[in-house]
């Protein structure tokens, strides 16, 4: 799609599973089960990793990388990994890009499943994905990943951020920012501390890409929070703000990790918000045909 001067696409590089209980927190599993998926036998529902590539003049900016490919087989068994997904790097060439072409990298937050493919195992070595890129994330979310939680300490890895660091590639930011005039960075504070979404305005329309706050479709109506998240009421008032200015402007929604739906906008309906119309965006091929 091209809004303005610049051209987006997505990049579905890989599939897994969480639980649907963790996922929907407090809505019973009739309900989240009737909305977005039931779940295999362990529980588990399908997620994607759903990542967005944005190009202009001599930039090519990609956001979140994935799980990437350095899980242990343990937990790639736990969090059902999909192996016809190659690493995130083999994905990109088979899609026409080189790694090396990636000009900026927006890490979301640093969880393992948004920043897992920010860097890979280089023989013995952990090097980063992107050499020539820089990489943003907001100065109190590394803050927080390095001194996180009893709660959310495992979705952390440091092999996924700290070999940046060490790289000199990091870029931390802080508060609401712009790249551009036409593309923006906000952080929220509900599911972990400051993660940012990024928001692409052009005449031509808008793209918002949420991450996290609204993970899939059926997390649009305001209860569905996720149980993951450490500030549930802060993530229900980040919502309706949100949501509210997408309803208004008809922002395109990225889901990030919907395996069903990509893209969407947002209604407001007498029950509340909903998804409106799916909308097709670009997607490259990175799996083998």
Sequence with gaps: MKLGDYMVRLLDVGRFGLDGGAMFGVVPKPLWSKAYHPGDAANRIPMATRLLLIEWADRRLLVDTGNGSKLSPKLQDIYAIDPAFPPLEDALRRAGIAPESITDVVLTHLHFDHAGGATF?????????FPNARYYVQADQLAWARNPTEKDRASFMPENFEP???????DTVDGSIHLTPQLSLHPVFGHTQAMQMLLLQTDDGTIFYPADLL???AHIPIPYVMGYDNYPLTTIREKKDWLERAAQEKWIVVFEHDAMVAAGTITHTEKGYALGNRVELEQLTTTAE
């Design 215 to 217: 993970p899939t479709h």
């Design 121 to 129: 195992r280089d023989g013995s070595q952990l090097v980063p994905t």
């Design 164 to 170: 940046l660091v060490e790289a000199g590639l990091l």
